[in-house]
């Protein structure tokens, strides 16, 4: 009787411990699946990342690139202006000499 039931007792034991071993190896499967899971997505995320920066500082480059242009732009605009300005003087004195003469 005594044995039967240190019999029964491990064979409960046996059991639960069978199934504690099931459910960890359940339990594992389910973290490298998760590992796995989460490293994809920290791939993407890096992916993102890295394609995010190339392409600011491709429009940043742009942005500076325009800038440069548009300041070049500028300067020929007022070189121009400059000797527009000067012919304008010319005309001027010219005409006010001419004024002086009649």
């Known amino acids: 009787m005594e044995n039967e039931r240190i019999y029964n007792l491990m064979e ?6 069978s199934e504690f071993r099931k459910e960890m190896t ?4 389910e973290m ?8 994809k ?3 993407k995320v890096e992916e993102s990342i890295s394609k ?4 600011t500082v491709d429009k940043i480059k742009a942005l500076f690139d325009a800038r440069e242009v548009q300041t070049d732009v500028n ?3 007022l070189s121009t202006l400059g000797r527009i300005e ?3 003087d010319v005309l001027q004195m010219e005409t006010a000499h001419i004024r002086r003469i009649k």
């Not at 409960?12 to 411990?17: D, G, L």
């Not at 359940?26 to 499967?29: L, N, Q």
């Not at 490298?32 to 490293?39: C, H, I, M, N, P």
């Not at 995010?52 to 392409?55: A, G, K």
């Open 12 to 17: 409960k034991m046996y059991r639960e411990f």
């Open 26 to 29: 359940e339990f594992k499967t």
């Open 86 to 88: 000067a012919k304008v």
């Open 41 to 43: 997505r920290f791939d």
């Open 52 to 55: 995010f920066e190339n392409e």
């Open 75 to 77: 300067e020929k605009i």
């Open 32 to 39: 490298t699946e998760f590992k796995t899971e989460t490293g």
